[in-house]
């Protein structure tokens, strides 16, 4: 089974600019969460997906933003870049819960997005 | 909101001995306590999780432990090795809510 990609894996942007960022969760997987890492900061949580519906949200500002597909592709948007947004970006895939017990997540391996 | 807060923010061990990392939550509904492990310049990976209705739960040198009641969960690793040197994630999920990460421990195993 094919393990979550993402792309690009790698962006070089400059302030002011927007930019798209695509995950593809694991075959089966209906839950897409999406996660800033940056050095001292560990993973912030931006925002979930389940079934094409933002089921819960991080505390960043309205400039991210994301969306699902029926096929439960998920894209991530970040517009009037800021320096501050340099950062690796990391999604990660979960199956439906099952009896309300959750199931792991798995991660893809990340964008670099590097803001100038 | 769930707070997951995480400490030592770095280890540094000696080859042979045991790490133990610590892990508190606030949300009494989460029922679900991930650990990841994260290598240089790859992808965090699940290496042990446990459930509310478990206290403890054991893979080969991994472990981890929950205290329900004081809402504590810990991560040890025994007979450390080199390969063990990574970024530690605990992570608390609750039901449908969101998975809420620690601040992650860089673990450094000395040979």
Redesign the interface.
Known sequence: KAGVTQTPRYLIKTRGQQVTLSCSPISGHRSV?W?QQTP????Q?LF?YFSETQ??K?NFPGRFSGRQFSNSRSEMNVSTLELGDSALY?CASMKP?TG???H???????TRLTVL | GENVEQHPSTLSVQEGDSAVIKCTYSDSASNYFPWYKQELGKRPQLIIDIRSNVGEKKDQRIAVTLNKTAKHFSLHITETQPEDSAVYFCAAKGGYQKVTFGIGTKLQVIP
């Open positions: 969460s996660y001292g900061q560990g993973l949580f979930e089921r819960n991080g990391l819960s309300g017990q959750a792991e997540q798995f991660f893809g391996p990340g």
